[in-house]
């Protein structure tokens, strides 16, 4: 019996332990898409990625999206807007160097981001980098 009575509660005990919930956290809502590969012309694939996540937690929304631009030169370059509830800022990163500006003005024809001295403009889909009086166009790449 009393055998019994111990083989009974180490189950009992162990089932009540081990349920799990599944339901999770009502307050997060989470959005991914992503495109992991990038290939050019001559069918060389590129590591460039194309990405959006969207992410909301208590009513707060956090909002990433990657696009692959191209220069003149079709040199690739990835840049990633952030939104968050704190800032807004616009990523850069081509030939292993990273820029990050900080978004300043937003009107219907264009958003300006800016950042020591370095400011970028994003008309559509074209992208214009401007420091020293020279400007660098990029346009997003149709992947």
Sequence with gaps: ?????????????SLISCKKNTE???????????????????????S??????????????NRQETFVYSGLDNTKAKVTFADT??????????NKRKIQLDRKDVNPLKTTYERN????????????????GNIIPLKKDNI
């Excluded at 019996?1 to 005990?13: C, G, K, N, P, Y």
């Excluded at 460039?48 to 929304?61: H, I, N, P, Q, R």
């Excluded at 370095?118 to 559509?124: F, N, Q, S």
């Design 24 to 46: 999770g956290n009502g307050n997060v809502i989470i959005k991914e898409s992503a495109e992991t590969s990038y290939t050019d012309n001559n069918g060389k694939i590129d």
């Design 117 to 132: 001295g370095i400011r970028a403009e994003k008309k559509g889909d074209s992208l214009y980098i401007i420091q020293d």
């Design 85 to 94: 509830p704190e800032e807004h800022t616009l990523t850069i990163e081509a």
């Design 48 to 61: 460039a990625t194309s990405a959006s996540y969207e992410k909301t937690v208590d009513g707060k929304t």
């Design 1 to 13: 019996m009393r055998i019994f009575f111990i083989t009974a509660s180490a189950i009992s005990l």
